[in-house]
């Protein structure tokens, strides 16, 4: 029997909006950062409005953990030198990794315009940091096709595009079709895209904003899956068991077809993520300190 490779994962914040929920990011981040992932990443905001945030989070990650934090950067709301700017600063600060993005529109709008003298797409940003440094690249993937894009078969090339223009590594977006992720890493290793495809992964806190989520990026959820928190509402013990054990079914299923990367979509919250790395067999490096 082949030995199994050993897991890696790597783990999403997103800036806090007040005192309270700084408080939970940080106690997340701590409790976390003794499973050693592959890097944090952090994130920017629908249209970009959290930069000075994420910039804050991503330097104080760097400068006071042990972790490789690695900051989302889109190409929204600004011109290429000012992004460019900031990629050159957060590698001054020893930021080696950038999740790179299109983007979504900013608040109020429809439809995505590219900003006049910007980056128009994640391929361009992606050749623009390539030559600002040595940055190691995690780009978007769509397992269900982007909901902007046309077909698959676009959305597929745009893909391939953005690796060989420098990108290290596709994340993908949420899913609970094991066997979609598992077609469509089929048909990136047939249209030679070598990159590794790694899965995103949401634990459930909440299936209302599941669904809201879900809506607005194109995933789909499945009716077993509704069915499964159908009446728990107001029960959130049964809630958090029931979406240990969807994500633990998940990661189980994927790294038996060979999957040793993933990536976990925290919402800020470590207890459940915790737990689907225990069941990965991802442990503590170093025991967990004591709460001071």
Known sequence: MSRKQPVSVSFEFFPPADDAMEKTLWESIRYLEPLQPRFVSV?????????????????????????????HLTCVGAPQEEILDIARNYWNHGVRHIVALRGDPPQGTTQYVPHPGGFAYAVDLVKGLRAVGDFEISVAAYPEVHPEAPNGAFDLDNLKAKIDAGADRAITQFFFDTERFLRFRDQCAAANITASIVPGILPITRFPQLQRMAKTCGASVPDWLANRFEGLEEDVETRRLI????????VQSLEREGVCEFHFYTLNRSELT?????????RPVQPLAAAG
């Not at 629908?46 to 490789?68: E, F, M, P, W």
């Not at 915790?274 to 991802?282: F, K, P, Q, S, T």
Request: hydrophobic share 40%.
């Open 43 to 71: 994130t920017y905001g629908a249209d970009g409005s959290t930069r000075s945030r994420t910039h804050n989070i991503v330097t104080k990650i760097q400068g006071t953990t042990s972790l490789t934090a690695a900051p």
């Open 243 to 250: 979406a240990a054990a969807v994500a633990i079914e998940q």
């Open 274 to 282: 915790y737990a689907i790395c225990h069941a990965l067999g991802v």
